[in-house]
Every structure is written in structure tokens, then in C-alpha cells.
């Protein structure tokens, strides 16, 4: 079973930074080639994508936050971070770790909250 623990949400104010940090447990994710990425969702709005990355290395980025984030890989398939800098009033949400591999495996991790204060 998959199993993905979030950390590094908080409270912080305009312009400063957080950083976020998932690890997936599971010696399955160590077989394949993956897909790990990060989504949020603020009230009342749908999820939405801010930042992926494969574990070949190839990113994406929401057009929002592109300049502003960063989104890495451990050394180990299993593991990805997002840098937020610069953050504003509007990234407050409900950030979500998401994995991705193999056919129809999709897991998601129990969300953190990042709050920006103006």
C-alpha cells in the first residue's frame, strides 16, 4: 500500500517563503518510473495543478506560480518538494502531494494548509 506524508505548511506573510516536502512509502514506488506533483485547493474553488515533476526530471508548472516555485525530486524516486517563494495572499489553499505511476495508480497524500497573510 502507498502512503504519502506531506509537511512544511504554515502561516507566513506576504512575500515570504515555505517549503513543502513529501515522502511516499511503499517499495512498489521504487519499481517504476513516476509522476510526483503537488495541487491545491482554496475554498470554494476546484483542485488545481500548481507543479509536477517525472522522475526523469521533466517539470510543469502553473502559469500562476511559474518564476515564483520550485518543484524538486529527492535522490530516491519516492520523495518531491515545492520551494514557494515570493508567495501571495492568493496561494493560500490546501496544498495536496500527488503521485502517479504505472497504469491507473493515482495516490494523494492528506493535504497541508499554507495560509498568506496580506
Not at 13 to 22: D, M, T, Y
Amino acid at each position: 500500500q502507498v502512503q504519502l506524508v506531506e509537511s512544511g505548511g504554515g502561516l507566513v506573510q506576504a512575500g515570504g517563503s515555505l517549503r513543502l516536502s513529501c515522502t511516499a512509502s511503499g517499495s512498489i514506488v521504487y519499481v517504476y518510473s513516476n509522476t510526483m506533483g503537488w495541487f491545491r485547493q482554496a475554498p470554494g474553488k476546484r483542485r488545481e495543478l500548481v507543479a509536477a515533476s517525472t522522475s526523469g526530471g521533466t517539470t510543469n508548472y502553473a502559469d500562476s506560480v511559474k518564476g515564483r516555485f520550485t518543484i524538486s525530486r529527492g535522490n530516491t524516486r519516492n520523495t518531491v518538494y515545492l520551494q514557494m517563494n515570493s508567495l501571495k495572499p492568493e496561494d493560500t489553499a490546501v496544498y495536496f502531494c500527488n503521485l502517479v505511476f504505472g497504469a491507473g495508480n493515482n495516490y494523494w497524500g492528506q493535504g497541508t494548509q499554507v495560509t498568506v497573510s496580506s
